[in-house]
């Protein structure tokens, strides 16, 4: 059964605060992506990676950096947390022939 | 203008119905085209992909007209648990295949 595994379904941090949420897929996916997903707005890309070492900037990067350091894992950093960032965040990852995307069940941020 | 476009709904309507959904998209370049089912509190998962000569799956029916650029999503006899919401994405090939996400489309079946 493949899998996306992100490290925490629910998450409260202080504003300030530097938060780390991390995925893992076992599929061998050359892709992986980071999205967040609040209400009325649907998902939004923050950052995608194509190769360990490799990213690219979304559609709302501000705020945040990632790290691909290996294939399996794509780390989303909230270097200052703000409450803005009080979110829905989703992993993803998909093969280079660009097929079927899966998602890993979702972090649910909550910034006080 | 989004890069993929659907009507957030929601789609209110009795069992048993026929609702049909559509997506657009602005980039000519985009090659590969899904319909994702996200239910309350839940990741989005695939419905099914969809192909340049239509493809069925039980109820289910999606097409693809490249000349206009948008895709379909066809739900036929519509059942309680189809309630969810229905999201379209798009791969561009020239955006190092990004996945990308229209904003979904709510749908409610009722008795």
């Known amino acids: 059964d493949v899998k996306v595994t992100q490290s925490s379904r629910y998450l409260v941090k202080r504003t300030g605060e530097k938060v780390f949420l991390e995925c893992v897929q076992d599929m061998d996916h050359e892709n992986m992506f980071w999205y967040r997903q609040d209400p009325g707005l649907g998902l939004r890309l923050i950052y995608f990676?194509?190769?360990?070492?490799?990213?690219e900037k979304g559609d709302i990067p501000e705020g945040y950096s990632v790290s691909r350091e290996k294939k399996e894992r794509f780390s989303l950093i909230l270097e200052s947390a703000s409450t803005n960032q009080t979110s829905m965040y989703l992993c993803?990852?998909?093969?280079?022939?660009?097929?079927?995307?899966?998602f890993g069940q979702g972090t649910r941020l909550t910034v006080v | 203008r989004k890069e993929v476009e659907q009507d957030p709904g929601p789609f209110n309507v009795p069992e048993g119905a026929t609702v049909a959904f559509n997506c657009t998209y602005s980039n000519s370049a985009s090659q590969s085209f899904f319909w994702y089912r996200q239910d309350c509190r839940k990741e989005p998962k695939l419905l099914m992909s969809?192909?340049?000569s239509g493809n069925e799956d039980g109820r289910f029916t999606a097409q693809l007209n490249r000349a206009s650029q948008y895709i379909s999503l066809l739900i036929r006899d519509s059942k309680l648990s189809d309630s969810a919401t229905y999201l379209c994405v798009v791969i561009s090939y020239n955006q190092g295949g990004k996945l990308i996400f229209g904003q979904g489309t709510e749908l409610s079946v009722k008795p």
């Open positions: 969809v192909y340049s």
């Open positions: 990676s194509y190769d360990v070492k490799m990213k």
């Open positions: 993803a990852s998909s093969s280079r022939a660009n097929t079927e995307a899966f």
